[in-house]
């Protein structure tokens, strides 16, 4: 069950500080699992790009590992390197490949590179012809037009009888470019396309699926999944509720105060009050990552009267109004009692009360950016799991 009050790793600067983002490691480990099942006979990876996210890659990754993760995918060496202390005996992907002078992290930290292109692979062959045989996977490209070989040039690798021995690629993958849309024809499509070469390079493990892959069913699941938004409370599929929330991001109300009818508020007096108000001036703007494009008012995704972000306080919805500046945002608390709210307390921003995909819609993006745009300033606490 997710506890977002629980106390186990409270601190004082938790407790005070301007913005503030805790992350249930139970709900992380508890989706990870549930990801697991829904993989069937599939090995589910975990995805812990980006930071996990931007969640942390050190306490989530040893959460992962700790609920039985033991391939990981990440997006550069750094990131695998970081993360090798906490998983140690786990295989990590890095999904932009190698490139010259990377050699040494890749072989000291044993992370396995995953070659994208015709330089890439010949650069490896010289690689492990002077430093011995190291583990790689092969990217293939069935229809994103993103990384990966070609269709055509991955077939002809793997028939190719003159590759040398010592290129040994343990995974071949491929990933869809339509997966959170199940009724797209293009998922059938790619999926035939990754048949062909998974086929073709047979005896070696094969991977399609990120998160919402595993949702398509048995067909999309192959040897190993990938499993990466889901894990961390987003949605992995259009208009699919989520998995249990792991992040919650909060503000402190610096200051409420009573507004005029008629008067306006914040930058470019975008917004009229209509009412007398109680406002709600909090410590977070889109240096925190709290997206200019959530504001109520004032800037171009939200002309023609589309409404921008809630916050939630006291079991209450609360809207944010006028523009959100760099580090404060204003909501209205009009209609909250005031005696249930006072400053120094916290709007929840995302989170259980506020869901984080509801809050990125409002900014006309997803909920991989809310999370991975995090700014440096949130105090952070973990919850671990009993």
């Not at 993760?69 to 932009?96: C, H, K, M, N």
């Not at 010259?100 to 492990?128: K, T």
């Not at 009724?183 to 991977?207: T, W």
């Not at 997206?291 to 589309?306: E, F, K, N, Y």
């Amino acid at each position: 069950m997710t506890d977002f009050d629980s106390d186990l790793s409270s601190s004082a600067d938790f407790d005070c500080a301007p913005v503030r983002l805790t992350v249930d490691l139970g709900a992380l480990a508890d989706n990870w699992r549930e990801m697991a099942y829904r993989s069937g006979k599939a090995r589910a990876a975990a995805v812990v790009k980006a930071d996990a996210y931007g969640l942390g890659i050190e306490d989530c990754g040893t959460a992962l590992y700790e609920a039985g993760a033991r391939d990981f995918f990440v997006a550069v060496p750094q990131e695998g390197a970081t993360l090798r202390a906490y998983v140690p005996d786990a295989r990590i992907y890095v999904l932009s490949g190698i490139w010259p002078g990377q050699e040494r992290m890749f072989f000291e930290d044993d992370l396995v590179p995953v070659l994208a292109s015709e330089e890439q692979l010949a650069f490896w062959m010289s690689a492990i012809s002077e430093r011995g045989d190291h583990p790689c996977a092969l990217q293939v490209d069935t229809g994103f037009n993103r990384l990966g070989l070609s269709f055509q040039d991955a077939l002809a690798l793997a028939g190719d009888v003159s590759r040398p021995a010592s290129f040994s690629p343990v995974l071949v993958l491929s990933h869809l470019h339509s997966g959170d849309t199940p009724s797209s024809p293009l998922n059938r499509k790619q999926l035939e396309s990754f048949r062909q070469v998974a086929d073709a390079f047979e005896g070696i493990e094969s991977s399609l699926s990120a998160s919402a892959g595993i949702f398509l069913g048995p067909d999309y699941h192959f040897d190993l999944t990938r499993p990466g938004i889901a894990l961390y409370g987003g949605e992995a599929v259009n208009g699919m509720k989520p998995l249990k929330p792991v992040a919650k991001a909060e503000a402190r109300i610096v200051q409420i105060r009573e507004a005029e009818t008629g008067s306006t508020v914040s930058y470019g007096a975008t917004h009229q009050l209509s009412r007398q108000s109680r406002l709600a001036v909090v410590s977070a703007g889109y240096a925190d990552g709290y997206l200019r494009s959530l504001s109520g008012a004032g800037v171009p995704i939200r002309a023609g009267g589309t409404q921008g972000a809630f916050g939630f306080i006291a079991g209450h919805r609360v809207p944010a109004i006028g523009r959100i500046t760099m580090d404060l945002t204003i909501f209205d608390i009009t209609d909250v009692p005031a005696a249930e709210i006072r400053i120094g307390d916290y709007i929840e921003l995302f989170g259980p009360g506020m869901p984080l995909d509801e809050v990125a819609r409002a900014a006309g993006t997803i909920g991989y950016e809310m999370l991975t745009g995090l700014g440096l300033r949130h105090e952070r606490r973990y919850i671990y799991p009993e």
